[in-house]
T-cell receptor, first 114, second 114 residues
Framework: GQQLNQSPQSMFIQEGEDVSMNCTSS?????WLWYKQEPGEGPVLLIA?????ELTSNGRLTAQFGITRKDSFLNISASIPSDVGIYFC??????????????FGQGTILTVHP | DAGVTQSPTHLIKTRGQQVTLRCSPK?????VSWYQQALGQGPQFIFQ???????QRGNFPDRFSGHQFPNYSSELNVNALLLGDSALYLC?????????????FGAGSRLTVL
């Protein structure tokens, strides 16, 4: 099935460093979302973006909805050990009665060394 | 307030068998979506149920079927299991016709097919 192209696949960083990951698609989405998944858990929503060009922050996290509506990035500033997990981008074309059908990227595995 | 609950958490089946997975949505949610997450991949949308009817479907064969009950809980059935059906099966719930920002995922049922 279709998936978004997410990069990098994995990152190994030192505590305190900044992190950047991005996601591209061949199709347009009207909503972009970023999730975090930890072992034994389902994905948890971090940030939702609804408008092309939108830049949204959630604490140390910042995400942007690309102007072409085909890409998005997520930045994490001053990483801490609890940032460890798998980060997924997802796109949705919500409208009419079509909601909740998300297309996910392959994920970025983040490891933070203390 | 209980979130999305899924059962069983783990199960092992052999090729050709059939499996049923269960999901109870978050309180106040009436729509249930199912996703398949293969190891090292992002979740892929299987289908969505509302008012006991399948409303949207992803690119999955007819071996994958579902059901929603009047209390909004849902089942995912997979017939004639293949080795490639081994995955984490995630249930997500939301109110009908709502944005992905309120989509809540369960912890999943991990299916191993031998």
């Amino acid at each position: 099935g279709q998936q978004l192209n997410q990069s990098p696949q994995s990152m190994f960083i030192q505590e305190g460093e900044d992190v950047s990951m991005n996601c591209t698609s061949s199709s347009i989405f009207n909503t972009w979302l970023w999730y975090k998944q930890e072992p034994g858990e389902g994905p948890v929503l971090l940030i939702a973006l609804y408008k092309a060009g939108e830049l949204t922050s959630n604490g140390r996290l910042t995400a942007q909805f690309g102007i072409t509506r085909k890409d998005s990035f997520l930045n994490i500033s001053a990483s801490i050990p609890s940032d460890v997990g798998i980060y997924f981008c997802a796109g949705e074309n919500a409208g009419g009665t079509s909601y909740g059908k998300l297309t996910f990227g392959q994920g970025t595995i983040l490891t933070v060394h203390p | 307030d209980a979130g999305v609950t899924q059962s069983p958490t783990h199960l092992i089946k052999t090729r050709g068998q059939q499996v049923t997975l269960r999901c109870s949505p978050k309180s106040g949610h009436d729509t249930v979506s199912w996703y398949q997450q293969a190891l090292g991949q992002g979740p892929q949308f299987i289908f969505q149920y509302y008012e006991e009817e399948e409303r949207q479907r992803g690119n999955f064969p007819d071996r994958f079927s579902g059901h929603q009950f009047p209390n909004y809980s849902s089942e995912l059935n997979v017939n004639a299991l293949l080795l490639g059906d081994s995955a984490l099966y995630l249930c997500a719930s939301s109110p009908w016709v709502s944005g992905a920002n309120v989509l809540t995922f369960g912890a999943g049922s991990r299916l191993t097919v031998l």
